[in-house]
Each structure stands twice: as C-alpha cells, then as structure tokens.
C-alpha cells in the first residue's frame, strides 16, 4: 500500500501534524506545491485556514488530483477560529471525482493569542490516536 502526505502550514501548525503521520507511516511529507508523480492508495492532506479560507495552494493541488491518481484522500488540519478547514477541502476534492475516507480530524490551531499554544500534547496525541486508526 502507497502513502503520500502534502500540506500546507502556513504558521506551522499542520507541519506539527505531518511530523506524526511521517513516524508512523514512513511516508516522506511534501508540501502541496509537489504533485503526485505516482498513483498512491492514500493521501493524507492537510492545511488550516487564514481568513476564512484555505490556501490557493491547496485549492490548486487539489484541482490537480484525479481519481486514478489517489485511492482515498484523508483529510486533517487545524484552524484557530472557523470549525474545520475539512470541508472546503471534502468539497474540492469531490468535485474531482476523488474518494474520501470518511474519517478526518481537525483540532485548534493558535493566532496570536488566541487559543495560544495549540495544537497542544492533548492535540497530538488525539492526532496520533487518529492516525493510528487510519492505517
């Protein structure tokens, strides 16, 4: 089984997440501005969200994925102040035809004061959790 991982972390949030999915998938992280050179049975893809938004960055890799390209994509990510960027990305992802894994994960991210220190060791370990039940 193939894994890849692309993110994008723009205040090193999801760079934080990635480092788990690496420990325990052996899978080497890649930002999303690298598309996928090879077919991979699952993609875990994630970002958080500035203003509202997830990056173009993403939008665009995701623009660039086609079903024969990813089995499943696993989507994760953290934001400080929506609820989840998961679902901007679920809804690009669809749009391409590409099939989700039902299960995601979100947690708080910080933005300056605001929810400062996470994601925390609580965060990360209910990641590590979560990746766990992924493989």
């Keep these: 089984m193939t894994t890849a991982i692309r993110y994008y972390s723009k205040f090193g949030h999801t760079e934080k997440m990635v480092n788990v999915i690496r420990e325990l998938t052996g899978a080497t992280p890649q930002k999303v ?6 077919p991979v049975d699952t993609l875990y893809l994630g970002c958080g969200v500035f203003l509202g938004k997830i990056d173009g960055s993403v939008v665009d890799f995701i623009k660039g994925l086609t079903p024969d390209k990813v089995r499943r994509v696993i989507c994760f990510g953290s934001c400080a102040i929506i609820k989840s960027p998961v679902p901007q990305m679920r809804d690009l992802l669809l749009k391409q035809g590409i099939t989700l894994a039902e299960e995601e994960f979100t ?6 004061p605001l929810h400062s220190g996470h994601p925390n060791e609580t965060d990360m370990a209910e990641f590590r959790k979560f990746i766990q039940g992924t493989l």
């Design 33 to 38: 501005d690298i598309p996928l050179d090879e």
């Design 107 to 112: 947690c708080r991210g910080s933005m300056g």
